[in-house]
């Protein structure tokens, strides 16, 4: 099986390809694990300028055209088109599902016998007139990759629905300059928190934006709920976006507790915030939507156990609420509900419940299984297609 891998946009601050992956290093983890798999992968990508080469047997193209780092809607690369037909794969990985009118181009374009699977990466569904208009140009693709099920349904009309495959968006690499190494043990919680300075029983950490879509102001508020019946509780948020910096302040400010017991550590460099995750008890977030979730499956992979909104893919992604706690977006109430819960449960138990989970379902080789699954599925259905097409009859 050929898979290529083809991504529309990149950052035009980005000085080398190695950046770009790095940046970018769940399309390259995902590639890596299917290559494992024994799946010949191309990896594929505009650029500012052209390149070729190979890293951990996954070939990459780095290609350049007359547009800009971002493609709009209404332009097409027909030249990064033709290299991507030029590689002869069985499927197509492409990402960015807004760019319809670019997908069914590329599908008039490549071989009958090449699928294409556009996956889901954020953002919100077009309006009701848009909607008909997208479903009418990306139905030319194979399939869909969304992290829920339910995530496609807002997506698309319902004849449409079937061609939607869950699959995690990615994994992490906490310290991707050392991926190819073993995977070293996890961090002890002692010795994360010597190197963190971390204190409080229990303690929370949110890792996300400060914007209105993660909500700090209604997790400040849930918080402050518990102050009576958790009064050595502490809350640590890390962020790199600060849009909401002021208000948070302005929250804090206005609360003995909250002054006494929340944390804002700002920005912590990638390579270091395991330790943090592993420092910490609960994860916490108040997200409104997310395509996916990388601080929660990193939250994960640490043992940190959830206490996140109920959104679709944070269900999916804690096993439908088994993991840790959901609450509803934007209600104070239910997050410190939410959060007396998780705590009856037993902690370790709850840590070492969410590591294996993180192993089994949201981890690179774990999703490089599935895809494979999907992959083969979207091929054996256009093989289908093949044979049924009438063959032609010449009269004499």
């Known amino acids: 099986m050929k898979v290529v891998n083809a991504s529309f946009f990149y950052n035009e601050k980005l000085e080398t390809e190695c950046e770009f992956l790095e940046q970018q290093y769940t399309i390259t983890g995902w590639a890596e694990a299917l290559q494992k798999k024994g799946i010949d992968v191309i990896v594929v990508n505009r650029f500012f300028r052209n390149s070729s080469f190979e890293e951990n047997k996954v070939q990459y193209h780095f290609f350049k055209d007359k547009f800009g780092a971002r493609l709009r809607a209404w332009q097409v690369p027909l030249q990064y088109f033709k290299l991507i037909r030029g590689l002869n794969a069985d499927v197509i990985h492409l990402h960015h599902l807004t760019l319809s009118l670019q997908t069914f181009i590329l599908r008039l374009l490549l071989s009958k016998k090449t699928a294409i699977i556009v996956q889901h990466h954020g953002g919100k569904s077009p309006n009701k007139f848009k909607r008909i208009l997208h479903n009418l140009l990306i139905n030319s693709a194979d399939g869909f990759f969304f992290t829920s099920s339910d995530q496609g349904d807002e997506w698309f009309l319902k004849k449409m629905r079937k061609k939607i495959f869950p699959v995690m968006e990615g ?5 991707y300059a050392n991926r190819n190494n073993k995977p070293a043990a996890r961090i002890e919680k ?8 971390i204190k409080g029983s229990p303690v929370f950490l949110w890792v996300g934006r400060l914007d209105e879509n993660k909500d700090p102001l209604t997790v400040l ?13 502490s809350l640590y948020m890390i962020y790199s976006e600060d849009k909401m910096l002021t208000e948070v302040h302005r929250r804090i400010e206005n609360s003995t507790f909250l002054k006494r017991k929340v944390h804002l550590l700002g920005m912590i460099p990638h390579d270091k915030i395991e330790y943090f995750y592993t420092s910490a008890d609960y994860f916490i977030l108040g997200s409104h939507y997310e395509g996916s979730g990388y601080a929660l499956s990193e939250a994960l992979r640490c043992g940190c156990v959830p ?7 944070f ?7 088994k993991l840790g706690s959901l609450w509803v977006p934007g209600d104070k109430n239910s997050l410190a509900e939410a959060i007396i819960n998780v705590m009856e449960k037993p902690l370790e138990n709850e840590a070492k419940a969410c590591m294996i989970f993180f192993d089994n379902t949201l981890s690179f080789d774990s999703i490089a299984s599935v895809a494979t699954r999907h992959y083969q599925q979207v091929m054996d259905s256009r093989k289908v297609k093949k044979s049924q097409k009438p063959s032609a009859v010449s009269h004499a």
């Open 171 to 175: 994994a992490t690499f906490f310290d």
């Open 190 to 197: 002692t010795q994360a928190r010597e190197k963190t300075g």
């Open 221 to 233: 508020d849930g918080f402050e709920l518990i102050r009576s019946k958790y009064p050595e509780t």
């Open 307 to 313: 206490v996140v909104t109920g959104i679709p893919s």
């Open 315 to 321: 269900r999916t992604m804690t096993n439908n609420g």
